[in-house]
């Protein structure tokens, strides 16, 4: 058992137990010892089942957002997991005094199939919790990845026929499950424009130009909110380079109104919704 688990163990017993919180949400085993799945605790008598290691790839941030309504809710938040947290409160999608947060500092998760190192982690900005109640363990030191377009800039360096293709080879794979939506703390739309059924709304059908849509919609909605934790594409079925899209959208914006980082707690107005009579516009 590693410092963490038992730290985390103890606290959720002991909150549970006072009924400071009516439930806990952490990670419990999976089938084998590299996998793990997020667990819901209400009872104290089950903090055992609570582990920490190597493989908690999921983001719990979302699952605060789902169970909220059943009184406070404790949670572990590392740094993807915090930034979710701020992003659910910016957009009035939870109250801060309705979640108790357990700050954990991560150091990266791996792949339980190739045991590397998760992309989104490799990625990660923040490996410390940008928002805690309590803090388990000293935060951890990590370099800032060297390039966070790199993607983005292989892509427009493409011929405008060259992108096209490959956006058509992109979405040519995605079967329209919805798990990129379903897993992100930005999404949280009481209905999603997905599943309207009114006439000229999104279309059914899992073909390219559909689905070329839905992607595109999707990015632009989450745009100046993604909070770059990368679940969109851990999760997807098809391997889809859904950050790709994200992050050609947070760049434009850095050169458009300024570096900025969502989810940090301390952001304004998000630039995408916001608008001045006396905008330049000069970009148009």
Excluded at 119 to 128: S, V
Excluded at 148 to 162: K, P
Aim: glycine share 8%.
């Amino acid at each position: 058992m590693s410092a963490i688990e038992d730290k985390i163990r103890i606290r959720t017993k002991e909150l549970l137990e006072s009924g400071e919180v009516a439930e806990f949400i952490g990670w419990g085993k999976g089938r084998f010892e590299n996998q793990t799945s997020p667990l819901f605790i209400k009872d104290p008598s089950r903090v055992d089942e609570l582990v920490y290691n190597d493989y908690c790839v999921n983001t719990l941030g979302k699952y605060a957002y789902q169970m909220k309504g059943d009184g406070k809710i404790a949670l572990c938040v590392r740094g993807c997991d915090a930034r979710a947290i701020n992003r659910m409160l910016s957009d009035k999608a939870l109250n801060r005094e309705d979640v108790y947060l357990l700050g954990i500092p991560c150091e990266g998760m791996r792949d339980r199939k190739t045991n590397e190192v998760l992309k989104k982690c490799q990625e990660c900005r923040h490996h410390n919790p940008v928002v805690y109640d309590e803090l388990l363990g000293e935060e951890v030191e990590f370099p800032l990845p060297e390039n966070r377009f790199v993607e983005v800039e292989a892509i427009e360096q493409m011929s405008t026929q060259e992108r096209a293709d490959y956006f058509d080879t992109v979405f040519s794979k995605c079967i329209r499950c919805y798990a990129c939506r379903d897993v992100c703390p930005c999404c949280t739309c009481n209905q999603c424009f997905v599943d309207q059924r009114e006439a000229d709304w999104q279309g059914k059908q899992s073909n390219i130009p559909e689905n070329r849509f839905f992607g595109l919609t999707r990015a632009f909605h989450v745009g100046d909110r993604c909070i770059e934790c990368g679940e969109c594409e851990r999760v997807c079925p098809m391997g889809l380079p859904l950050m790709s899209l994200n992050r050609k959208l947070i760049k434009d914006m850095n050169t458009l109104f300024g570096e900025f980082e969502a989810g940090m707690g301390d952001e304004g107005p998000d630039v995408l919704r916001t608008y001045k009579l006396d905008d330049v516009e000069e970009f148009m």
